[in-house]
DNA sequence: TATCCAAGGTAAGTT
DNA sequence: AACTTACCTTGGATA
């Protein structure tokens, strides 16, 4: 790997166990009947919030208005506290209202996990304030939960983000795992692991650069560096209250306020988090002119309230892939 | 074929 | 504290 750089033992991540000698994949499926709420896989992971799952055809963010196809997805999960205790492969398709899955260990816990399928949707929708803006987003990507990534590669997917599309975001995510992650090989097929703080820590500015992160390149590694020593932990602000959450994950280096609310939004739990990116912004221009009061928290917390308070990170996603994708326009007309 | 432009922003320097 | 500016790279649009 890299001689003469190794690193002490995080004070952070766990030691991760050895994979089964002979891993095979067992299978299951979880009946979307039994879900608060509808489910939809492909608007789920395709929609821009997660870049960590794979699509077995590789035709991932091909098509702009993605939602209900029946794609086998995969992804390399690490860990989870009180969830799963080992790293597990995880393959799952959505099929005749049932969410299939291959997986090296039982996979209904890690999918319950991941793609928030313990949300009662219906009364997260109800909870929703009747605006046409939202309304509309809601209906067009019907189904689509937020998720909950591992938080270490979810952070660094959002320092990547930082004015890139989302498919390249993906592709770097991609080159992070195939350059620097664990293999893991099941069934004759190889899958690569997201990086670890430690592995990520371990690399160079230039070798990141190479992997065509640009600027973003020192961000990652001084950000995966502060992890490995222990400087700071992502899930720490997990405890904190919301602004005050925000305001720890931004000591990371590449972190501002807009990346550290998708951590909170898309791996934490902070369903009230509202990034405000560049198509929220538009939104708030046309829809909540009142809304935008210079500074980012108290724009934030207007637009918070505009969209619901406690879910509003929710309306946001919604409203942030509708955008993207053309379903909705952005003038009030 | 060449050039231009914008993509889920952040850090550093000025006023 | 609010306001500028530079920053890597690349796929797609425009000339």
């Keep these: 790997m890299s001689p003469g750089t190794t690193r002490p033992p995080s004070a952070i991540e766990t030691p991760i166990p050895p994979a089964p000698v002979n891993p095979s994949m067992e299978t299951g499926a979880i009946d979307l009947d039994d879900l608060d709420g509808a489910f939809d896989l492909q608007a789920t992971v395709e929609s821009g919030q997660t870049y960590l799952w794979d699509r077995a055809d590789g035709g991932m963010y091909e098509t702009t208005r993605a939602h209900g196809g029946d794609h086998w997805y995969e992804t390399v999960v690490p860990p989870i506290a009180g969830v799963s205790d080992e790293r597990a492969v995880v393959r799952a398709r959505q099929v005749d209202g049932r969410l299939e899955w291959a997986s090296t260990t039982d996979a209904v816990p890690i999918l319950t996990h991941l793609l928030r399928l313990d949300d009662d949707l219906d009364a997260i929708l109800e909870a929703t304030p009747d605006l046409p803006l939202l309304n509309r987003a809601f209906e067009a990507y019907e189904g689509m939960r937020l998720v909950r990534d591992p938080p270490f590669a979810c952070l660094i997917s959002f320092i990547c983000s930082a004015q890139m599309r989302v498919a390249r975001i993906h592709g770097m995510q991609t080159a992070l795992a195939r350059e620097y992650g664990d293999e893991v090989t099941v069934d004759g097929r190889t899958y690569h692991a997201f990086p670890t703080p430690d ?28 992890v490995a020593d222990g400087e700071a932990d992502p899930t720490a602000a997990a405890d904190l209250p919301y602004e005050e959450a925000r305001d720890y994950l931004t000591q990371f280096v590449g972190v501002g306020e807009k990346v550290a609310d998708c951590v909170l939004l898309f791996s934490l739990g902070f369903l009230e988090a509202v990034p405000l990116d560049t198509w929220i912004r538009t939104s708030i221009e046309d829809y909540f002119p009142d809304c935008e009061l210079g500074s980012y928290a108290e724009t934030s917390r207007a637009i918070r309230e505009q969209f619901g308070g406690a879910y509003a990170g929710y309306a946001q996603t919604y409203v942030f892939y509708a955008l993207r994708s053309g379903t909705v326009s952005s003038e009030t007309s």
Excluded: I
Aim: glycine share 4%; net charge neutral.
């Design 199 to 226: 592995q990520l820590a371990a690399r160079t500015e230039a070798e990141l650069r190479d992997l065509s992160l640009g600027y973003r390149a020192p961000y990652v590694q001084r950000t995966a560096e502060m």
